[in-house]
T-cell receptor, first 114, second 112 residues
Framework: GENVEQHPSTLSVQEGDSAVIKCTYS??????FPWYKQELGKRPQLIID?????GEKKDQRIAVTLNKTAKHFSLHITETQPEDSAVYFC?????????????FGAGTRLAVHP | SQTIHQWPATLVQPVGSPLSLECTVE??????LYWYRQAAGRGLQLLFY??????ISSEVPQNLSASRPQDRQFILSSKKLLLSDSGFYLC???????????FGNGTRLTVT
């Protein structure tokens, strides 16, 4: 089955700096890669996703890149703000049969210091 | 839009007691439903998923079971809780024609 590795486990940056979180996946059949943000004690919320037919996707200060050959994808946050502090999870799935069985990485705790 | 309801928000149960967590979905019919567990400081582990009434797939062997008696209802159960069952349980749902997966607010279970 699919296995997703995520690095780093913790990341500390100064406000205004960029943050990069990297994930690798094992199943070459995976074709959908979302990123979720989870604030303390709350539910994960989808912030951006990418499909395997696209190499890069951007939404304001957030971007995701995908390298299918190397089986890794990354989240880039530019101009970080204190409210970006949270745990970020990457995930991978093979969209088939009408369902989306997401396998998650272990998470990255991002701290943005003013 | 789709809304996932979960209850209770927190639960403290003794070892050996039964468990029943309920998840209901609003705003969509015939959703795909999922149960995830998050141990303290860890990632999300997929426990069960369901593509329809009475159609449940289990991802990992464990002390838990799931049922889907109605289209928009997904129940996570245990006959006898273990200490290792403590965690944050999240129900998630998605439309069958859509890739988006939305989570409920979760139930924080502490087994003592």
């Amino acid at each position: 089955g699919e296995n997703v590795e995520q690095h780093p486990s913790t990341l500390s940056v100064q406000e205004g700096d960029s943050a990069v979180i990297k994930c690798t996946y094992s199943d070459s059949a995976s074709n959908y890669f979302p990123w979720y943000k989870q604030e303390l004690g709350k539910r994960p919320q989808l912030i951006i996703d990418i499909r395997s037919n696209v190499g890069e996707k951007k939404d304001q200060r957030i971007a995701v890149t995908l390298n299918k050959t190397a089986k890794h994808f990354s989240l880039h946050i530019t101009e970080t703000q204190p409210e970006d502090s949270a745990v970020y999870f990457c995930a991978a799935s093979q969209l088939s049969g009408g369902y989306n069985k997401l396998i998650f990485g272990a998470g990255t705790r991002l701290a943005v210091h003013p | 839009s789709q809304t996932i309801h979960q209850w209770p928000a927190t639960l403290v149960q003794p070892v050996g007691s039964p468990l029943s967590l309920e998840c209901t979905v609003e705003g969509t019919s015939n959703p795909n439903l999922y149960w995830y567990r998050q141990a303290a400081g860890r990632g999300l582990q997929l426990l069960f998923y369901s593509i329809g009434i009475d159609q449940i797939s289990s991802e990992v062997p464990q002390n838990l079971s799931a049922s889907r008696p109605q289209d928009r209802q997904f129940i996570l159960s245990s006959k006898k809780l273990l200490l290792s069952d403590s965690g944050f349980y999240l129900c998630a749902g998605g439309k069958q024609a859509s890739i988006g997966l939305h989570f409920g607010n979760g139930t924080r279970l502490t087994v003592t």
